[in-house]
């Protein structure tokens, strides 16, 4: 019998990764094609959408070379969430796409602020009212271009669009995408025409939600030549990034935890209801598995932290791995680890481009705190790390606070180092796993979500045929108590900003 497999596509922020998985899991191949987004206006971010298609059928085709067409039996999406475009009733853009990075709406947040309760809003959502969403981004356009709002059938994000150019089918999203709008209630799965009625939005600018595995339609013939699949290949809607990566994380039951360590990052665990922290810091989300919700916190620079410690405090470390043959972040790491734990007493506040969760505040700024004539070099790299690891524990309080977390499964290219996975594990306090594929979990769950929703795959806890524990860490508990006290130093050096913060901001 011929071998079936699935087609994971993970539309990121960079560029679309197409993923051919066999449906026992294997990984066969990958192929990336790269598009551009158009920072300008201080806190503007925009893709054009044409990109993505163009990404997608490049990546396709790349991937389908000598495979069988035939053989593909579904194909599903994990893409970047909380964008604004708006399209006509032939799926035409009418503009760019405002996408998740996108600041502008901050006049329409506050706006938004003064006609609902930010608390009740937030039980509504899962989420607080932040211009970082769909729905702040509509309202934006709709003051600011009225004729594009006018002629707007439908606002999607970039996985709907791609699945209405592969099929023609009506425009749909999905549930966790909906809940990455700030207009969708997360107790109820619809549109709120409470918090519509407050934005001042027509309900139908926002397309149907179904379940991430609802079969959006089959590839047309004109995308199947495009793309170079079969005509007929099953489409599955899948999922925002966010929720597809608890499934590549193992995270498909209640109180299973995961920690994504890429550029940003969050901690995230499994649950059946909002978990409504009263700071409102932690974030709510429609899970891939019917019936749950994923509560997690992001921060913004974590693995950005150190791609900017290596571009700019490690040239001497970089020539090292160009006359080692060897890549940078392998020497960084042995020094790191020949740092004591808690960095001699050095401390570094992540927030190189403000914060998300815990602190919620663009004009967060990073700071080195604590430096003595007697700290080393490695002291400062450590510390980078270690930072990292401080705020990603607040967080991790944050959802303890309101779910057991046991154990924390580690996903993303920054748990590739032993001494950061180390030291992560020490920070946290808790058993911490790795699993054999570290970057593939978003693209995992989207090749699971098209194997259950054409029922191939029974359930989604069949993503046990993809993934592996490869190794489990125990915390040391004399470092996590030595941690436990830097941790608490770290939190108060916050706080003891603030105002500085403020001032930085008007310079």
Not at 254 to 274: E, F, N, P, R
């Amino acid at each position: 019998m011929a071998e079936k497999y699935v087609i994971a596509h993970d539309l990121g922020t960079s560029g679309n990764k197409a993923t051919l998985f066999s449906l026992d899991g294997r990984l066969i191949r990958s192929s990336l094609a790269a598009y551009e987004t158009r920072y300008y206006n201080a806190n503007w971010a925009e893709q054009d959408p044409r990109d993505w298609w163009k990404a997608v059928c490049t990546s396709t085709r790349e991937l389908m070379q000598g495979i069988d067409k035939n053989q593909v039996v579904a194909l599903s999406f994990s893409a970047h969430m909380m964008a604004c475009l708006c399209v006509d009733k032939s799926g035409r853009p009418l503009r760019p796409c405002i996408i998740w990075a996108d600041m502008r709406a901050t006049e329409q947040a506050d706006a938004l602020a003064g006609r609902i309760d930010p608390h009740r809003f937030y039980g509504i959502t899962g989420h607080r009212i932040s211009s970082s969403y769909t729905l702040e981004k509509l309202m934006w356009v709709q003051k600011n271009e009225p004729d594009v709002y006018k002629a707007t059938y439908k606002t999607l994000n970039p996985k709907d669009y791609i699945a209405f150019c592969l099929t023609g089918a009506p425009m749909v999203t999905d549930y966790s995408d909906a809940s990455g709008t700030n207009a969708f209630d997360l107790n109820t799965f619809c549109w709120s025409e409470e918090i519509l009625q407050a934005a001042g939005i027509d309900m139908e600018k926002f397309p149907d939600a179904k379940p991430s595995t609802y079969v959006v339609g089959e590839v047309s013939r004109q995308a199947a030549e495009a793309c170079g699949l079969a005509p007929g290949t099953k489409v599955v809607l899948g999922a925002g990034d966010g929720s597809s990566a608890y499934v590549g994380a193992g995270a498909v039951s209640l109180g299973k935890s995961y920690c994504s360590l890429g550029t940003s990052a969050w901690v995230a665990t499994t649950t059946d209801h909002i978990l409504r922290d009263e700071g409102m810091r932690l974030t709510n989300w429609a899970h891939v598995v019917p019936g749950l919700i994923g509560s997690l916190g992001p921060m913004q620079a974590a693995g950005a932290s150190l791609s900017w410690l290596k571009n700019t405090l490690c040239l001497r470390e970089q020539d090292e791995a160009r006359a080692r043959g060897i890549s940078p972040y392998d020497v960084i790491n042995e020094k790191i680890a020949s740092a004591p734990p808690g960095s001699n007493g050095l401390l570094y506040l992540p927030y190189l481009v403000g914060e998300r969760a815990p602190r919620w505040n663009p004009n967060a700024r990073g700071v080195f705190l604590g430096l003595k004539m007697e700290h080393r070099r490695e002291d400062i790299l450590r510390s980078v790390v270690e930072g990292v690891g401080y705020n990603l524990k607040i967080i991790l309080d944050l959802l303890r606070a309101g779910a057991p977390v046991e154990s924390l499964t580690l996903v993303g290219g920054m748990a590739r180092g032993e001494i950061e996975r180390e030291i992560f594990c020490d920070i946290f306090g808790l058993p911490v796993h790795t699993l054999n594929h570290l970057e593939e979990a978003t693209s995992m769950g989207a090749a699971v979500c098209a194997g259950v929703g054409v029922g191939e795959l029974e359930d989604f806890s069949q993503v046990d045929r993809f993934i592996a524990v490869k190794e489990t860490r125990y915390p040391h508990a004399q470092n996590t108590a030595r941690y436990e006290r830097m941790s608490e130093i770290f939190d108060k050096a916050y706080t003891s900003l603030l105002d500085v913060y403020e001032e930085m901001a008007k310079l």
